[in-house]
């Protein structure tokens, strides 16, 4: 029995690829964070092996994750041919979303009208920009490579 079926659509976004970007973006500013976290404690061991496994997690987070995450999550079908569109921009705005509480915390850290918060929070508004262009691409990649295997 095949137990792929087509995601539906609600109000034009799919809700299982727009989790799915929420999930790999939250993860992918956690884990890279608890890596830099390593590299600043007193001791020298720790510190060495974190400072060598920059590159592999960073290959891990992008675009290794999201492209098989979207992968796997396309055993929900969807018709390309339609909702190509709602595809990607349902990818697009949960990685934007997933970068969403840095920026209100940094807006809760200080002042918000202050010189160096502003700074901070227009950076990581930029991170989560970039973020969603990568993810969608990785995502709509992957989900590419699905749908032209069922072909």
Do not use: K
Not at 61 to 79: K, M
């Amino acid at each position: 029995m095949d137990s792929e079926h087509y995601a539906t659509p609600w109000h034009g976004l799919f809700p299982v690829y727009l989790v799915s970007a929420l999930l790999v973006t939250l993860v992918g500013a956690m884990l890279p964070n608890a890596v830099y976290a390593l590299i600043v404690l007193d001791v020298p061991a720790l510190s060495a092996s974190a400072q060598s496994s920059i590159p592999v997690v960073d290959f891990l987070v992008y675009p290794t994750a999201p492209f098989l995450l979207f992968y796997l999550a396309t055993r929900f079908r969807v018709n390309l041919g339609r909702d190509y569109l709602g595809v990607a921009v349902s990818i697009f705005i949960g990685a934007a979303v997933g970068i969403a509480p840095w920026v209100l915390l940094l807006s809760y850290l200080g002042e918000f009208g202050s010189p160096a918060t502003i700074s901070l929070v227009t950076t990581v508004v930029g991170d989560a920009l970039a973020s969603g262009f990568q993810t969608a691409f990785a995502g709509f990649a992957a989900i590419l490579l699905s749908y032209r295997r069922r072909m």
